[in-house]
């Protein structure tokens, strides 16, 4: 298995549909969303084996202080193979002039950030405001 990385935004609807699905996100079921959110992403970097989408990491940033990292997927089958590391490890360096870098992880994720180089902080808070009610995705 050889994995090949990409940092295009152009990604296939149903591509970015059936990744966010395969890890049971919401979101799968709003692919065109998915997509208009990855072209407008400052930086995506995403895994392939062949064709198939099997990994992707997007960054929201302001272009010197802060780098927000916002989605990292791998599909459950390619799990445990060091793509979710790469994914990150790439990322930082991508980032690595900025101030900051952050992101919101689910608690079962965080060992996995922590050994990545993240910190939890514990003076602060994951908020949020949902705007459309009727298309919650999380995640």
């Excluded at 890890?23 to 930086?43: I, T």
């Excluded at 992707?56 to 990292?72: I, K, R, S």
């Excluded at 790439?90 to 996995?112: C, D, N, P």
Aim: aromatic share 12%; charged share 25%.
């Amino acid at each position: 298995m050889e994995i090949r990385y990409s940092t295009t935004k152009r990604i296939d609807v149903q591509d970015l549909a059936e990744l966010f699905s395969s890890v049971g996100w919401e979101s799968a079921r709003f692919p065109d969303r998915l997509q208009k959110a990855m072209a407008g992403s400052h930086r995506v970097l995403t895994a392939w084996d062949g064709d198939k989408l099997i990994g992707l990491v997007n960054a929201l940033a302001d272009g010197a202080m802060t780098a927000y990292f916002h989605y990292l997927l791998v599909k459950p089958e390619y799990q445990k193979r060091g793509i979710g590391r790469e994914l990150i490890t790439r990322m930082l360096a991508a980032y690595r002039e900025y101030y900051r870098i952050v992101l919101i992880s689910y608690r079962q994720a965080a060992g996995f950030y922590e050994k990545c180089g993240f910190a939890v902080c514990p003076d602060s808070a994951a908020m949020e405001v949902r705007r459309i009610e009727h298309d919650r995705p999380t995640g």
